[in-house]
């Protein structure tokens, strides 16, 4: 499965001077926050895939004008194909913003999918905006990390997590790829990044390993 990962600043080689060469063979569009709506609405329509989003701190207008066409996946375990997707948007509050968090509150989104994660046998992606604890983020307040995602990767062992909200801009101490100590690839998908997932890296739809899970998914998509 290909997969195109966005993040944080429009990219103008799939906006302003759009390629479909670039765009060739993707799934699957997955946005980690921080990027104008029409941008997610346009690549939903030129690359004619699906596209998952959450929800960075500057993206207040989301509020009232969400992406069309697209679907959010705050706060929600995503199965895409099989695929088993988490995410959870959002930055550490530093102006009580609409999509801004203390750890408190972090942790407590993050308890109420771990039911979902249970009964779906694990998860394969954690799609983050903010980085977490200790892994590609910085000392002020507005870009420090979470340690919940830490928990979350300790317990599931996901693939890969996705984020952005850390610029390459920012010049000092940005990574692009991590490994985290649960063995999970950390990727900081600014402006924009491509993976490729094997069908033997997460499981067939209907196979997580979970009987009543795949028992349900059975059922629905009869």
């Known amino acids: ?4 990962m966005i993040a944080d600043e429009e990219c103008s080689s799939l906006w302003d001077f759009y390629d479909p060469k670039r765009t060739k063979g993707v799934d699957l569009i997955i946005s980690c926050g921080d990027l104008s709506a029409k941008y997610l609405e346009f690549l939903v329509t030129m690359v004619n895939c699906p596209l998952l989003y ?7 207008r989301y509020v ?10 705050d706060d929600k375990i995503y199965d895409y194909k099989g695929l088993r997707i988490m995410g959870l948007g959002g930055s550490m509050c530093y102006n009580y913003g609409p999509y801004q968090y203390t750890e408190q509150e972090m942790e407590k989104r993050m ?3 771990n039911g979902r994660a249970f009964l779906m046998n694990g998860i394969d992606i954690l799609v983050t905006h903010a980085p977490a604890k200790g892994y590609g983020d ?18 599931w062992h996901p693939r890969y997590m996705l984020h952005g909200h850390v610029h390459q801009t920012y010049g000092k101490g ?10 999970t690839e950390i990727i900081n998908a600014y402006r924009s990044r491509m ?16 009987a009543v899970y795949d028992f349900f998914i059975s059922l629905t998509n009869r």
Do not use: A, W
Request: hydrophobic content about 25%.
């Open 111 to 113: 308890r109420k999918l």
């Open 138 to 155: 910085l000392e002020d307040l507005p870009h420090q990390g979470f340690e919940c995602f830490n928990t979350i990767m300790n317990r």
């Open 195 to 210: 993976i490729e997932i094997g069908e033997h890296e997460y499981p067939s739809q209907r196979k997580t390993g979970s």
């Open 54 to 60: 959450v929800s960075g701190n500057h993206d207040t």
């Open 1 to 4: 499965m290909k997969i195109l």
């Open 64 to 73: 009232d004008n969400p992406p069309q066409g697209c679907i959010c996946i």
């Open 174 to 183: 940005f990574e692009s790829e991590l490994k985290h100590e649960s063995g």
